[in-house]
């Protein structure tokens, strides 16, 4: 199951990072942050709970992940996030200028607003194709690179592994062609290794086959991930 989408979104002249993941089906929910300075600005969380009850798979909570993801980015690009980002700035602001008393400097780390919880039941329900939309046509937009996989690869440590890769403009829909796109993995046991590379074709796609080394203890993962004109693009996938 593919488990994280990585964006880098840009508003006002700042970056913004967002991070989707799913936190597994023994704690069914989709959880989204979006942090600025590799601080966590804001968060969302949705509950699949529902979709596992009706005996829907993996494709049902790729597709609610994808869609919290835009969500997100949609709220960014939108402003949503404007104020908190305002009382971060200007927390790191009062941090910087560190007072003086009787002599003696006190120090003082990074001051922070707390976290809030981006709740979407306070907004006006809409439908995935007005969010996408609303996304596309912000004039304020920037054009990010979209990575997805195309299919259900089966992904299993000491197996081979073929990826139907593709890379498309998040303004656009349309293919990029010639995005570098590698494949590593990265253990609790072992140093990070690169499994695959190569670069999409005209229609953004690309086939990539590699086995995938067997681990006799810890834990693994693939990291995806894509780079081009457009920016740079990441799936994380648990093995």
């Known amino acids: 199951m593919i488990t994280g989408y990585n964006t880098d979104v840009r508003h006002h002249d700042v ?44 494709r049902a909570i790729v597709e609610l992940m994808e869609r919290q993801h835009r969500t997100v980015i949609a709220a960014i690009k939108n402003g949503r996030f404007d104020a908190k980002l305002e009382a971060l700035l200007d927390a790191r ?26 709740d979407p039941a306070a907004e006006p329900e809409r439908t995935l194709d007005q969010v996408i939309l609303e996304y ?31 890379t498309t ?3 656009t829909g349309r293919p990029v062609s010639g995005a570098r796109v590698q494949v590593r993995m990265i253990s609790t046991v072992a140093d990070p ?4 590379s190569g670069e999409t074709d005209d229609d953004g796609l690309l086939s990539l ?28 996938h648990l093995l």
């Not at 009062?94 to 607003?113: E, K, R």
């Not at 290794?193 to 695959?196: F, G, Q, S, Y």
């Open 15 to 58: 970056v913004f990072h967002v991070q989707t993941e799913d936190k597994g089906t023994d704690n069914p929910f989709i959880e989204s942050l979006v942090y600025v300075g590799g601080q966590v600005l804001a968060a969302k969380r949705a509950g699949y709970a529902e979709l596992l009850a009706e005996g829907q798979g993996d």
């Open 93 to 118: 602001k009062a941090a910087a200028g560190t007072a003086t008393v009787v002599g003696t400097a006190v120090a003082s780390g990074p001051v922070a607003p707390p976290v809030e919880t981006y």
């Open 209 to 236: 086959s590699f086995d995938i080394p067997k681990l006799d203890r810890g834990t693994a993962a693939l990291i995806i991930s894509a780079a081009s004109a457009l920016g740079h693009a990441e799936i994380k």
């Open 169 to 171: 403009s998040s303004k």
């Open 193 to 196: 290794r690169i499994l695959a």
């Open 136 to 166: 596309l046509t912000n004039e304020a937009d920037q054009e990010q690179l979209l990575l997805t996989v195309e299919g259900d690869g089966d992904l299993t440590l000491g197996a081979g592994a073929a990826l139907a890769l593709r």
